[in-house]
């Protein structure tokens, strides 16, 4: 009964491959995030789609390209990887209007280019 | 845009040690939400409160504290008696009503090694 959750944990690949990380909530939510962790573990945010419509698209290189299928999940996915983008990327998703403004993360998955 | 600023890199304690952790935030908003995170060496992101801008009261919960001030834009966490389980990244977040977007933005973090 995960709340959001993330696959795969960790990730290593070859520069230059195309990679996919899936993730799915179940809380209902109707906004859902990825963000990057970097080496510095400095959080910053890609991506939110609300409902299935992008609304931040962060400076993020055209080699990310976020799918959201239905509101429930947002799959992220990567071409050409370079060693750059080697970091952690976490989802997560929240529920826009509450009053409340709650954050839900995945565990993160963990992106290695070799 | 905001902008929140956690000034401390990293903090080292002895245990039983009390640590507080500065958080001064930025935001044209008057209505926003402040938020701490905990991340252990596990990696996780553990959420531990959050605070709207209009409740200024201050929060405790076991040996964890929070002290929000709006006059110095300011959202400080103390751990009292710290235990080693307290080593771990902690980032101070802020997420304005009015930006549309619902972003969460993220301080740099606070490293702070519990030594025992």
């Known amino acids: 009964d995960t709340a959001v959750s993330q696959t795969p944990k960790y990730l290593v690949t070859q520069m230059g491959n195309d990679k996919s990380i899936k993730c799915e909530q179940n809380l209902g939510h109707d906004t859902m995030y990825w963000y990057k962790q970097d080496s510095k573990k400095f959080l910053k945010i890609m991506f939110s789609?609300?409902?299935?419509?992008?609304?931040i698209n962060e400076t993020v290189p055209n080699r990310f390209s976020p799918k959201s299928p239905d509101k429930a999940h947002l799959n992220l996915h990567i071409n050409s990887l370079e060693l750059g983008d080697s970091a952690v990327y976490f989802c997560a998703s929240s529920q826009v209007g509450t009053g409340n403004r709650g954050y839900t993360f995945g565990s993160g998955t963990r992106l290695t280019v070799v | 845009a905001q902008k929140v600023t956690q000034a401390q890199t990293e903090i080292s304690v002895v245990e039983k040690e009390d640590v507080t952790l500065d958080c001064v935030y930025e935001t044209r908003d008057t209505t926003y939400y402040l938020f701490w995170y905990k991340q252990p060496p596990s990696g996780e992101l553990v959420f531990l409160i959050r605070r709207n801008s209009f409740d200024e009261q201050n929060e405790i919960s076991g040996r964890y504290s929070w002290n929000f001030q709006k006059s110095t834009s300011s959202f400080n966490f103390t751990i009292t008696a710290s235990q080693v389980v307290d080593s771990a990244v902690y980032f101070c977040?802020?997420?304005?009503?009015?930006?549309?977007?619902?972003?969460?933005?993220f301080g740099k973090g606070n490293q702070v090694v519990v030594i025992p």
């Open positions: 789609y609300n409902n299935k419509e992008l609304i």
């Open positions: 977040a802020l997420s304005e009503a009015s930006y549309g977007n619902n972003r969460l933005a």
